[in-house]
């Protein structure tokens, strides 16, 4: 390897020449890789340290001039690749947009101020027609002087002179006023027909799109766009108007003068043509360039506390400097080729200057033109070449402004989302959505189905809690009930009459609250927060204040220093607090559809069950449909109906106690989440009802530690009491604190520990197997659920009944059922403890029935 490299580097002849040229020229990533720039970064590979041969060396002294020769050969290729630089944006713009449809939309912009356009117009020409004539008077004067005519003509002309200087001077400044104000207004309003632009556009087009990016067109390239009238185009057409009306002069001064001035002329502008397409594309891949630096620094800005976090600034500044490399290396070739054309622009000028002069000179000399005509005819010959130089150099700018343009023309060209046309309404929307064989694959993953063939039913006035793997699909379906996308397949119907399709944006809206997943706050105060977007019909101080009452929020908000008018930012508040005005948001629009995306993963406990409280107040006159998605098993226990998703479809239905009997995915969910145990285990035991298992499987277990009846279970303790952090100590202290006994009255503690967290029933009633029959689950819970999704697989009602038999600790299970039911009258989680213990307890009992054995650390802690 190193000698193939050593030959590379030491014996091919260009080496040196192509290291320098490509250290000049620079490489880099965003330019194709030249052969000079892969001499050169094997050159930087190599380093020093391989060893060069004292034959490679005496090889290198004598081959310079092969080496001289390969360099001439290969650098013409190279300089053209030089300046080859490609987009780093892979989004299309569709067809290149052409000079012509910036110009159509840059005159559409205007079109409202024409007035004020056509009154700079006028200053404009004053001023170009003032600033033609001084080379005239100018000339004049100078030859009334020196020709000693009459003082009286000197004086005239010069007074006209005067004059015109004063009325230029005048008419520029009134012009570059009005331009002005032009230029403002008119980039005032393509930046808000953008933005207009841009909020109507569908959800997946900002799925695909980075904030930065979008910012940037709307600063640089809007300004960039605007410029071209205000500026560019004054300017062009100014000397445009001057060089024109100065060939005129020139032609009747001298014809055949002229043609060689307008010859030399038209070359310049053929520069100017090559140069402009140049132009036009470098500026396109600037902005480009530009717009991807600003995405990073707005993405590296926004998450400055991840990156505080993880310690990143360092790398996270060589990110946006790379960019900024970028942008060099494309500014740098701009550069390069703007020098190019200003030297052709200026060897033009004066080029003009000296075939006039020389032919002047003759034609003076053979007596067919005077001295002064001659002079008069150079000051114009100056006049027109430099009008025409201005006029090119607009013309690149607004060859540039173009290449900005072309994103921003495509954007403003886009057509508005389907999703917030109008449409039709409900005279009374009952709040029921019904969808029916839907799948939906996001715009930006056309082939990977989100969700596949779902058909269900969010009754009117009913609450539907939506659970399942993350993944699964909820967040989908909250995304369609919110109209955010529309089904790919499938329809969505709002009680079974309208397809929410076809139903008009406005209306559907003000049905609706949604309380997203990760709310996010505007920067206004708190009570313009909670009425966002109720500005056609807005509440009072009353009805704000009940919403914060009912989402919990009010007492925080009332202890911030100004109350619901204190200004907040997105992050000014904590996330449960976040939550809490998101949900005062949704309840203060009174909606008939509320949609909660894991609305309460931010809050504690307490305010959890507070907002539960408030939920159940909400939904007390049932003429609200309620949509829950909740990873925490809890919140969503007492849903009438509980949808199970996986991979995208509905995989089951029906009640907390339905489900649990039912032993699929929301059983799994509950052992893992709620009790700690894995379901593999669990399912080893040999009842049916989870609830009643888990119940019985602690009784058991109380009383088999107790009673040590069971050495297994004994030594199986101390593992899994200490898997889920509790120690034995305090475990011993609670259960057999002051126990000296015998092996009932332990069992009576146990009893009494068990009922003191929660149970109703004393242990010893469960042990006895009084209670033989139990029915759990509840018949008619499922009636709330129904699915059209014949093929999904879900069952909403068949098992809605659940009958246990007496077996065993299956008889307990009646007694101790409501150990577990983990909320209190008011809707409150009943105490951890209880839930935990049985947990600890029903793991052993588990582990015994299952063969586990301790693990042999744990158990030597014994
Ligand atoms: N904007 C998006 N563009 C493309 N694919 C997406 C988008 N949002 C979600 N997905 C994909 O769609 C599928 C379903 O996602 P969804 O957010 O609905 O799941 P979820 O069940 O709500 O998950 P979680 O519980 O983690 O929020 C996933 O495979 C996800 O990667």
Request: charged fraction near 20%; glycine fraction near 8%; include cysteine.
């Amino acid at each position: 390897m190193g000698t193939a490299f050593q030959s590379k580097h030491v014996v091919r002849p260009s080496g040196y020449f192509r290291q320098c040229i490509a250290t000049r020229f620079g490489c880099h990533p965003l330019f194709r890789r030249s052969r000079i720039c892969a001499l050169r970064v094997h050159a930087s590979n190599a380093g020093a340290a391989i060893p060069v041969s004292p034959q490679a060396s005496a090889a290198h002294d004598v081959s310079w001039v092969a080496r001289t020769v390969e360099f001439l050969r290969v650098f013409p290729q190279e300089a053209i690749d030089w300046w080859r630089v490609d987009s780093p944006s892979a989004k299309p713009t569709g067809n290149p947009v052409k000079l012509g449809p910036v110009i159509a939309k840059l005159w559409s912009l205007c079109a409202p101020d024409i007035p004020l356009l056509v009154l700079a117009s006028t200053f404009m020409v004053t001023a170009s027609v003032c600033e033609l004539s001084i080379p005239h008077f100018a000339t004049k004067s100078i030859f009334a002087a020196s020709e000693g005519t009459s003082s009286a003509a000197f004086s005239g002309f010069l007074s006209i002179l005067t004059c015109m200087v004063m009325m230029y001077g005048v008419a520029a400044a009134l012009r570059g006023l009005c331009f002005s104000i032009l230029n403002n207004r008119m980039t005032r309003r393509l930046r808000t027909e953008l933005f207009a632009s841009l909020a109507r556009r569908e959800t997946a087009f900002f799925d695909g799109e980075d904030v930065g990016n979008l910012t940037s067109r709307l600063q640089a390239d809007c300004q960039a766009m605007t410029k071209v009238i205000a500026t560019n185009a004054n300017i062009a057409i100014r000397n445009l108007l001057q060089a024109v009306g100065g060939i005129v002069y020139l032609y009747v001064l001298s014809p055949s003068l002229c043609a060689i001035t307008v010859a030399i002329t038209a070359v310049l502008w053929a520069v100017t043509l090559i140069y402009g397409a140049f132009a036009r594309r470098m500026q396109k891949i600037f902005q480009d360039v530009l717009a991807e630096s600003n995405t990073v620094a707005e993405e590296a800005l926004t998450l400055s506390r991840v990156v505080r976090t993880f310690g990143t600034e360092a790398t996270e500044t060589r990110r946006y400097t790379s960019w900024l490399d970028r942008l060099y290396e494309v500014g740098k070739r701009q550069a390069a080729g703007y020098a190019l054309f200003v030297a052709a622009g200026h060897i033009a000028c004066y080029a003009s200057k000296v075939a006039a002069l020389t032919v002047g000179c003759g034609m003076v000399l053979t007596g067919n033109l005077t001295a002064e005509q001659l002079t008069n005819f150079i000051m114009y010959v100056e006049f027109v070449t430099y009008a025409s130089l201005n006029v090119c150099d607009e013309f690149t700018e607004i060859c540039e402004a173009v290449g900005a343009s072309e994103r921003v023309v495509a954007m403003l060209g886009a057509p508005p989302a389907p999703q917030i046309a109008a449409g039709a309404t409900l005279p009374s929307f009952r709040g029921q959505v019904t969808l029916r064989d839907v799948s939906f694959s996001y715009p930006s993953r056309p082939g990977q189905l989100a969700l596949d063939n779902v058909s269900l039913t969010f009754p009117p006035g009913k609450l539907t809690a939506l659970v399942g793997l993350s993944g699964s699909g909820k967040t989908t379906i909250c995304a369609l009930l919110q109209r955010l996308y529309d089904p790919t397949d499938g329809q969505m119907l709002l009680d079974d009459m309208l397809d929410l399709q076809k139903a008009d944006a406005t209306w559907y809206r003000t049905q609706i609250g949604v309380v997203p997943q990760e709310p996010r706050l505007f920067s206004r105060s708190i009570a313009a927060n909670i009425t966002y977007g109720m500005e056609h019909d807005p509440p009072n101080q009353e009805d704000i204040e009940e919403a914060a009452r009912a989402a919990n929020a009010h007492d925080f908000i009332m202890a911030l220093p100004e109350g619901y008018n204190t200004s907040v930012t997105d992050k000014l508040l904590s996330g449960g607090q976040k939550q809490r005005l998101a949900l005062a948001r949704a309840l203060v629009r009174k909606p008939k559809l509320l949609v909660l995306d894991e609305f309460s993963s931010a809050l504690d406990a307490e305010s959890e069950a507070q907002v539960h409280v408030a939920l159940d107040r909400a939904m007390s006159a049932r003429d609200r449909t309620v949509v829950v998605i909740a990873h925490r098993l809890s919140t969503v226990r007492h849903a009438d109906c509980i949808i199970v998703m996986d991979k995208g479809k509905v995989y089951e239905m029906g009640s907390h106690h339905g489900l649990l009997a039912r032993r699929g995915i929301y059983w799994q969910l509950v052992c893992r989440q709620q009790y700690g145990i894995d379901p593999s285990n669990a399912a080893a035991v040999s009842e049916t009802d989870s609830h009643s298992i888990l119940a019985a499987a602690a009784a058991s277990a109380v009383a088999a530690v107790a009673t040590a009846e069971s050495p297994r279970a004994v030594s199986a303790f101390p593992s899994v009491i200490s898997s889920i952090g509790i120690s034995r100590d305090s475990f011993d202290a609670e259960l057999y604190q002051g126990s000296d006994d015998s092996d009932n009255s332990v069992t009576s503690r146990a009893s009494s520990y068990i009922i003191s967290h929660g149970s109703s029933v004393s242990l010893e009633e469960a042990l006895s197997g009084s209670t033989s029959g139990v029915v759990l689950g509840d018949a008619t819970d499922d009636a709330s659920c129904s699915s059209n999704d014949e093929a999904s697989g879900a069952d909403g009602n068949s098992h809605g009944n659940m009958v246990l038999g007496s077996s065993g600790g299956a008889s307990m299970a009646g007694s101790l059922g409501t150990m577990d039911e983990d909320n209190d009258e008011a809707g409150r989680p009943a105490a951890a403890g209880a839930g935990r213990m049985s947990a600890v307890l029903a793991s052993v009992v588990v582990s015994v029935s299952a063969g586990h054995h301790p693990q042999p650390g744990i158990e030597g802690q014994q």
